[in-house]
């Protein structure tokens, strides 16, 4: 059992930058595969950012690439979100998700399908005003 919980969000102008956090408690140890996704309003979920916590190895959304970065605290069991240059359509919640299961060897390909996460958090809104 894996809870996660999102903060850092809010409201910024184009340009500006932001730090989501991911809090994970209970059984953390089995978070060995991580990500953020964003929704916006009639849209589906997409892939922002993925680590693989045993190597951090990271993968990005080519929206994103070179302008946010994923990292974490293996101390305060926290994952992060570094957005910097954010743009309008950055707008959307952003979501925190884990897999527990060991032995997921096609991430490099599947990290940003949602289907492949069982563990979400609640959400946290990011709005980029131009």
């Known amino acids: 059992q894996v809870q996660l919980v999102e903060s850092g969000g809010g409201s910024v102008q184009a340009g500006g930058s932001l730090r989501l956090s991911c809090a994970a408690s209970?059984?953390?140890?089995?978070?060995?595969?991580m990500a953020w996704f964003r929704q916006a309003p009639g849209k589906e979920r997409e892939g922002v950012a993925f680590i693989y916590t045993g190597t951090d190895d990271t993968y990005y959304a080519d929206s994103v690439k070179g302008r946010f970065t994923i990292s974490q605290d293996n101390a305060e069991n926290t994952l992060y979100l570094q957005m910097n240059s954010l743009k309008p359509e950055d707008t959307a919640m952003y979501y925190c998700a884990a897999r527990t299961a060991l032995g997921w060897f096609a991430y490099v390909s599947r990290w940003s399908r949602s289907d492949e996460y069982n563990y979400w958090g609640q959400g946290t809104q990011v709005t980029v005003s131009s």
């Open positions: 209970g059984d953390t140890y089995s978070t060995y595969f």
